[in-house]
């Protein structure tokens, strides 16, 4: 609970004042709950650890407390607590600018640090980022400080805009023995994260309307990185091979495209990957039609099955541009990823990174460089390998088990991404409403489509769930799924009819 | 030492080569000079050292800095030794992209760290970073141990995109104590930084082709981010007591702005500070001809008389971006600056920011967050203005004794920037190859325009330098200035006539 209290100190008492003082709470926490600082589903602190935060009577609580439920911000569960029930600004779903906000919310670590297994969402299958509890924290300080005790003030100095000259280096090291890939050293860039790496490929080489291809469905935040350049963006549909060739080439005809953004491995949303056919067509194209690729590599260490191989691999014409990150799996606080450039555009590529923050704070270069060496890195990713697995196979068994006939879904040989589809004409966005009352959490498909056209298709994760609440969930999962199926008027009709919040 | 050893891990020795090791590690090191990552003026670790890193014989690394000797790479200075005297990459000056490169390695740890005193840059006046031997490491190394056994996991985790909620207070409480501003909780932005900040503030706000004013001289990278959304840039003069207002609003009614970029307090590079006249006529041109002012506070708290105050604290009509950076005085390796944002454009920047990376370091916030609890921050400020000031005193009084007397110079009232002038036609970028003969770096004005025009001034910063090796510095310096004007051959003319490096 320690976290929790943190979103509390914004509130601040006047005891002097002539508004009672569980109204001052009370108006503290609509705020924090309206701008969703706290979020729906979340279970607010017990009486008596509040109480004691604030140093007022317990009955100040109550009142606090008792006057969100009467106003219909939060519900008292029998025996278990109080629960946010509203949802706020962060939780809306609506016009595409808003539900970013809403990734933001999943994919961040607010949602996780509040809700509790017995709390509103007992069953967390749309967080994206892997539960702190497997991050190695006791290793993470002993890094930290060795980092301090061997270079002082300069772990704390700007560093070169490129990166830190050594984890560049274990880098280029670790890519050889763990993924086989060549890199050389001058053709790495550090960046804050996969978002600012492809940002920074969309800062230099996008021109004011220039035409950016993405794979749908698709992660969200790569969108927006192009439609802050002006881009116009087109969509081609994703199959569970790698993206459709007919559609791409029938857009190529028409609206050549600049760049194409794709995931090759464990795509996010839908957990495809591209069959090495796929991949050597997408290379020829770009060679022909002359457009630049990004490459997101997301997730390709938590593989379960092969190896899977880069597509930059492929390139050998300079088109692809390649960024791992080092967040989604390990430590995503870092912000650390990198970019690996083709040499030729190396110097467009730094400029960008400069201009955006100057560079990646140096401190946890360091950390991760240190991490690296240490092969500290390597020994954390095999266990979460294992750990996975475990997860894969338990919700697939549950899938087969639960989901109904008429409920089509794909096994991903990694990451914890399972994309799931509705019989036809059943919506997510109405599923993600329904299976909330049962506690359970999904990410509706219309997401990740740029027009956040409804869809049937919904995503899974298994980032935050533990592997021994699984079958329980998608039993529920299921449950909510047959409950649409029975009652077509739940059924939503389209973008006119959605529910309101 | 220790950090310098660093930069040769990327030299690898192939002992079962033909290439004989002396020349191995000859090319590894060209290569780093040539890239830049040494640069030059540095010392070369002594040959004993070189040759237990490498574990050969001593006779391997003599040879190896021979031949840097022989081929121009190096030189050996009698009874301190080697140092690099080849000018790569990153210190070229060259067309406009080029020099952000030398800004970046000047502002950057790389020259500080290798730099000694017995070095062949013996005096730096080029460097606009703090030295790392004012940072408070061991502060540092106290309060992030106690963020890590406080939060554990979740202080790695992603940070909600507008930032760590009890940063965001401890901020507006250090604000309105220590600045006495208001800033309201929900117009804080957390950014990695100010060169982020200005980036986001051009993402949200720049359409193609929109015009940006800048003060003249200025900082690049600022120039750089707005180049980088297509804007085009207009210089507006800077006077000592702020933007030459005659000149503004002659631009004005031809080329009106959307956007003016400006330091009013101790400005880079020249150290000047707006009026309170001129602060109150720029905020009503904003709004009689509606155009936004990014206020870039970089370095406001070291001051040395009254405590200066913020343009931001006059605009009445939600014109003003004001960023404040905590990466100047302290910790740059962090990455950590805030952006006030008017309320009316906050989901704007937070959708600007989020496309940029998602969110900054949660880590480093937590760590800015419990500096700032502690009062850290304020003791740190409180003890860095008197040793800054101490260092002004010194300039001052060297300036004064040293300087020929056709040479004009500004004394601000903070920061660690003076703009100095010579002569009519004696160019600065001449200044700076002449005094580095006398081991002295400083910064040549034509950094600071956009056209990289040639330019009389130049920035003198006392950031790295300590306190008794200024006299000697200026005193030297004023040297290479009256032999450029003692000898009218060596003038710098123009851009046809630079010298070639």
Same mark, same amino acid.
């Given at each position: 609970m320690e976290g929790v209290m943190d979103k509390f100190v914004s509130i601040h008492l006047n005891r002097t004042s002539d508004i009672p003082l569980y109204i001052q709470i009370y108006n503290g926490m609509v705020q924090l709950i309206e701008s969703g600082v706290i979020t729906c589903g979340q279970q607010l602190p017990p009486i008596r650890r509040m109480a004691s935060f604030f140093d007022v009577n317990t009955v100040t609580i109550v009142n606090a407390y008792k006057k969100l439920q009467a106003d219909g911000y939060a519900k008292s569960k029998i025996g278990s607590g109080t629960y946010v029930s509203f949802i706020g600004k962060k939780t809306? /779903?609506?016009?595409?600018? !808003?539900?970013?906000? %809403?990734?933001?919310?999943?994919?961040?670590?607010?949602?996780?640090?509040?809700?509790?297994?017995?709390?509103?969402?007992?069953?967390?299958?749309?967080?994206?980022?892997?539960?702190?509890?497997?991050?190695? !924290?006791?290793?993470?300080?002993?890094?930290? %400080?060795? !980092? /301090?005790?061997?270079?002082?003030?300069?772990?704390?100095?700007?560093?070169?805009?490129?990166?830190?000259?050594?984890?560049?280096?274990s880098i280029r090291d670790f890519m050889k023995a763990q993924h086989n890939l060549d890199i050389p050293l001058e053709e790495i860039q550090i960046v804050s994260g996969a978002q600012q790496g492809i940002d920074i490929v969309a800062k230099a080489f996008l021109n004011y309307k220039d035409v950016v291809y993405v794979e749908a469905p698709t992660y969200p935040g790569a969108v927006n990185a192009f439609k802050s350049r002006n881009a116009r963006i087109v969509e081609i549909n994703m199959q569970e091979d790698g993206v459709d060739l007919d559609d791409l080439k029938k857009n190529i005809m028409s609206n050549p495209p600049r760049l194409f953004y794709t995931m090759p491995v464990f795509q996010n949303p839908t957990g495809y990957s591209y069959s090495i056919e796929k991949k050597k067509e997408l290379i020829a194209l770009s060679k022909e039609y002359d457009f630049y690729i990004i490459e997101d590599d997301h997730i390709s260490d938590l593989y379960y099955d092969e190896k899977p191989s880069a597509l930059k691999a492929l390139d050998d014409s300079d088109k692809v541009f390649y960024i791992k990150s080092f967040s989604k799996l390990f430590l995503p606080g870092l912000r650390i990823a990198f970019l690996w450039v083709p040499r030729r555009h190396f110097d467009k590529i730094a400029l960008a990174k400069y201009s955006s923050d100057i560079s990646t704070s140096g401190l946890s270069q360091r950390i991760l460089d240190l991490f690296l060496r240490k092969s500290l890195w390597a020994e954390h990713v095999s266990h979460l390998q294992k750990i996975f697995y475990k997860k894969w196979q338990e919700t697939v068994k549950s899938l087969e088990k639960y989901m109904p006939s008429d409920v089509s879904y794909f096994y991903p040989k990694g990451g914890h991404f399972f994309w799931i589809n509705l019989p036809q004409g059943i919506y997510s966005t109405n599923l993600y409403y329904e299976a909330l009352k049962n506690g359970v959490s999904i990410m509706p498909g219309e997401l990740f489509f740029i027009e956040q056209r409804p869809s049937e298709g919904f995503r899974l994760s298994i980032a935050q769930i533990s592997e021994w609440d699984i079958e329980e969930g998608i039993a529920l999962l299921a449950e909510s799924i047959q409950s649409l199926i029975d009652n077509p008027h739940k059924v939503f009709q389209g973008p006119n009819d959605r529910p309101l919040l």
């Open positions: 809306h /779903l609506g016009e595409f600018d !808003v539900p970013i906000e %809403n990734m933001i919310s999943s994919d961040s670590a607010a949602e996780s640090v509040y809700v509790k297994k017995d709390g509103f969402i007992k069953f967390d299958f749309a967080g994206a980022s892997i539960s702190p509890k497997y991050f190695p !924290v006791k290793d993470f300080k002993e890094v930290i %400080n060795e !980092v /301090l005790d061997r270079d002082g003030g300069y772990a704390l100095e700007y560093q070169e805009s490129s990166g830190y000259q050594p984890l560049r280096e």
